[in-house]
């Protein structure tokens, strides 16, 4: 089960809602039990979200942005899939 | 189970036919031979279903509610969260009394990635009404946009009390319990056997649109929804000659310190039409001043 908040930037991974903190178990707002269950995995993604503006960007400049602004968090792009 | 005995499970009134209720579609494209009252086309393609689950919804929700006014937006099966957010604005124009949406993902969500944002906001004007998923039974697995803390995420029933065993698990990310309610799977409709949280959705759509029809509040159809359920007991169809081992009791010991409530699994049980109008009725009256 990946994290939608887990963001890999210059080789690290970041914690998208608390940014520029490094995702650990330590920082994960929802409790190193469940960090455990949602790091194992990973999907990486070209672009992000940057919300709660409703952009939708490259990492990087996502990245940038959010360091910039505390109230700024970002998530993975996803796409869903019919449940048949 | 046939469409007949699923509808008497969920005590479906026999008399009513959906008049004046509006039910948007998002899906993969309609059945050419059913009407439909307006459509639009997000995809490159015809209107027309390729991948044979649109138009199965679209059936199953006109066999339901033959007098329904059913709008479709066409969507692409991946269906990329963007194009999503724009279709759920789009159903808006319609003024729908609610929206089916069987489509989602196993990503856990705590309701703030922008499509769970935008469903609860839609969510606001007509009831949503999203499958919570096909992956379980892990725990952890109704993801976005079935997260959202105003919609309907709706779960797996099959018939004689069991539990669908695929069905998506809460809580979300942020401790909410997931799904809301149960709906029927295991359907034999248009020459198969249609599995999935998609064939239950379309049940729970039904009567969002009736509760919401006569209430014109997605909270207090959501509520109702909830309230009404009949609560379905933790047991699953068994698999005949195969018998729990070691690994798997460990693994359900593990998994009982992350759910610790059922609802995560059953929800608020399966869905109960009559029900659910009688208590809205009675709820209204209470209201109301003549």
Sequence with gaps: MPCPFRIKYNGNYYCGKRIPLECSPEICPFGPETWIEIAKKDRNVQKVWVMPKYEIMDVDDAFEIAKANPKIYLVKSMSFKSQR | ?290
């Design chain 2, 1 to 290: 189970m046939s469409l007949q005995e699923a509808l008497s499970l969920i005590k479906f009134p026999k008399e009513e036919k959906g008049h004046n209720c509006r039910i948007v579609i998002i899906d993969t494209g309609i059945n050419p031979d059913l009407p439909v009252e307006d459509a639009l086309n997000l995809t490159t393609e015809g209107i027309e279903d390729r991948e044979n689950h649109g138009s199965i919804i679209h059936g199953l929700i006109h066999s339901i509610l033959p007098e329904a006014k059913i709008y479709f937006i066409k969507v692409p099966d991946p269906l990329p969260d963007y194009k999503l957010i724009t279709a759920l604005n789009e159903a808006l124009k319609w003024e729908p009394h609610a929206i089916n949406l069987s489509f989602s993902l196993d990503m856990p969500s705590d309701g703030s990635d922008p499509a769970s944002l935008y469903a609860d906001h839609v969510s606001k004007k007509a009831s949503v009404v999203i499958a919570a998923g096909n992956s379980g039974p892990r725990y952890m697995t109704v993801g976005s946009p079935a997260a959202g803390k105003e919609v309907i995420a709706v779960g797996g029933y099959l018939s004689k009390g069991y539990i669908w065993k695929k069905t998506s698990r809460g809580p979300t990310l942020d401790g909410r319990w997931k799904p809301n309610i149960l709906a029927p799977t295991g359907i034999n409709f248009m020459g198969e056997r249609q599995y999935g949280t998609s064939i239950s959705a379309p049940f729970a759509t039904v009567l969002a649109a009736l509760l919401m029809r006569e209430c014109k509040s997605p909270f207090i159809t959501r509520r109702i929804m909830e309230l009404t359920a009949f609560p379905v007991s933790l047991k699953y169809a068994k698999k005949r000659g195969k018998k729990k081992t070691a690994k798997q009791f460990r693994r359900l010991i593990e998994a009982i310190q992350i759910i610790s409530d059922p609802r995560n699994i059953t929800g608020a049980g399966l869905i109960q039409v009559e029900d659910a109008i009688l208590y809205l009725r009675y709820f209204l009256s209470l209201f109301s001043h003549s």
